[in-house]
Structure formats: structure tokens, C-alpha cells
């Protein structure tokens, strides 16, 4: 047996997120299985780093899959690719070592999160970008950054009722902006359902005056999902890299 890890792209328009679903063979996960296991001649299971939601878009997904032997060098990137949809991509294919999990295994990742602020929707990038016909108070958005950095319970900042546990580590949450065009980076050990799009609608609406900054730090102690921002479309989110321990 021989574990791979890939580095997947795709984007997420037109399929209904990253997991398999009984009731659509639109997902990542889905396809990816599928067109392996064409390949291979045997049912795979492919696991990845996390489950994007319907919309949403990865530049650096990471996957998993066990094959029964080892692969000849080009599989993935050319036999594999060759039958996926244009719109999904294996960047790179790795042999690692047995035990290794997309998920299981990742200790960090990161997220990027773009917002286009022109007048008018840009036609060539309205389905990568959320388009908030504003100016935003980027320093005002940073400061909303600073109360929601560092180790929280973000019951608020979830739509998941049930999530075993809560609490989670944000690195970094870097906000810039140039040319009509704002984007927000973040960095943590892992994310909720919905996270990240709920953090992003609250720092606009600080950004915007809806709120101030110091209300996201009394969202978290709330718990309280009413408390925190709306949640932003799918559409301007991206996995952008998942991180491993050596």
C-alpha cells in the first residue's frame, strides 16, 4: 500500500463543496474518487484537508488517497488530470508516508478572503470576489482583526450547532487594499463551518460603521451567533495553503 498527498485547485462555482453527497455527484471529492479510480481500476477513497463549502475555492487544497502499489511518476498530474474537468487540478502528487491523513495530519491553514469595492461588479471576476460597492475603513477593519487573533471559543463565528469544540487558534489577520480591491489573509490552526465568511462580514461591517471594533471581542465572549457579523458569499473564498508538521 502507498499514501499520496496532493495538491489540488479547483474552482468551486459549480459544484456543491468538497464532500461527497448521496444526492449530487457535483463535489471535489466526488470527482476526484471517480477519476482515480478510472485510472487505477479499484475504488479509492480520497480524503482531504477540510470540507469547502458549495462556492468556494481552493489554490492549495491538500488530499490524501492510498493506492494499492506505487504510482509511475506522472499518474496524477498526467493520467489523472488528463480525465478530470477543466476546472479541477492536481498541482502536485507526493508519496508520504503510510498513516499520513489530508486532515488528521494538518496543523495549520490558510485562507484568503477578496472583495471587490468598485461602483460596478468587475464582468471577469465577480465569481472570485464579493462585490461591496464601498470604501471601507481598512484601519478600522485591523483593529476589529486585533479582538478576534489569538486562542477563542468562536461559538459566534460558526453556523454549526454542534460542533464538539470550539475553540481555536487564529495567527494572523491581515487586511489590505489597493485599487478597488481588498483582501483579508488569514492564519490559524483550523476553521469552523462558516468561520471564516462569518469573520470576513464583521470585519466589513466595521469597516463600513455598522459596528465597532471592540463588538467582535463581545461577540466571542457572547457566544452568540446574532452578536457576529453576516455571513459573506461563498464566491470570494479561498483555501490557499494547508500546513504539516515535518
Not at 498527498?5 to 464532500?19: E, I, N, R
Not at 479541477?88 to 508516508?97: D, G, H, S, T, W
Not at 461591496?132 to 478576534?148: F, G, I, N, V
Not at 463565528?157 to 475553540?167: A, C, F, G, N, V
Amino acid at each position: 500500500m502507498r499514501t499520496y498527498k496532493l495538491t489540488v485547485a479547483y474552482d468551486g462555482t459549480a459544484y456543491q463543496g468538497w464532500q461527497r453527497q448521496a444526492n449530487t455527484e457535483r463535489t471535489i471529492q466526488g470527482i476526484l474518487e471517480s477519476c482515480i479510480s478510472e485510472q487505477t481500476g479499484y475504488e479509492v477513497e480520497v480524503d482531504g484537508s477540510g470540507r469547502t463549502d458549495a462556492g468556494v475555492h481552493a489554490l492549495g487544497q491538500t488530499a490524501s488517497v492510498v493506492l494499492r502499489g506505487r504510482a509511475e511518476e506522472d499518474f496524477f498530474t498526467g493520467r489523472v488530470n488528463a480525465v478530470l474537468p477543466e476546472d479541477i487540478r492536481i498541482l502536485k502528487a507526493e508519496l508520504v508516508r503510510n498513516g499520513f491523513h489530508a486532515r488528521k495530519s494538518a496543523v495549520g491553514k490558510v485562507y484568503e478572503y477578496h472583495i471587490d469595492t468598485g461602483s460596478k461588479a468587475d464582468v471577469f471576476t465577480r465569481r472570485y470576489c464579493l462585490h461591496y460597492p464601498c470604501t471601507p475603513d481598512l484601519d478600522a477593519m485591523r483593529k476589529t482583526a486585533e479582538y478576534l487573533t489569538g486562542t477563542h471559543e468562536f461559538t459566534a463565528y460558526t453556523d454549526k450547532k454542534d460542533e464538539k469544540s470550539t475553540k481555536r487558534t487564529i495567527y494572523a489577520i491581515i487586511v489590505s487594499g489597493q485599487g478597488g480591491r481588498v483582501t483579508i489573509r488569514y492564519e490559524g490552526t483550523g476553521f469552523l463551518y462558516h468561520m471564516v465568511r462569518i469573520l470576513t462580514g464583521t470585519l466589513l461591517e466595521a469597516g463600513t460603521g455598522q459596528r465597532s471594533p471592540e463588538s467582535a471581542g463581545e461577540a466571542l465572549d457572547s457566544r452568540d451567533r446574532r452578536q457576529a457579523g453576516f455571513l459573506a458569499p461563498a464566491r470570494g473564498l479561498f483555501l490557499q495553503k494547508v500546513y504539516y508538521s515535518k
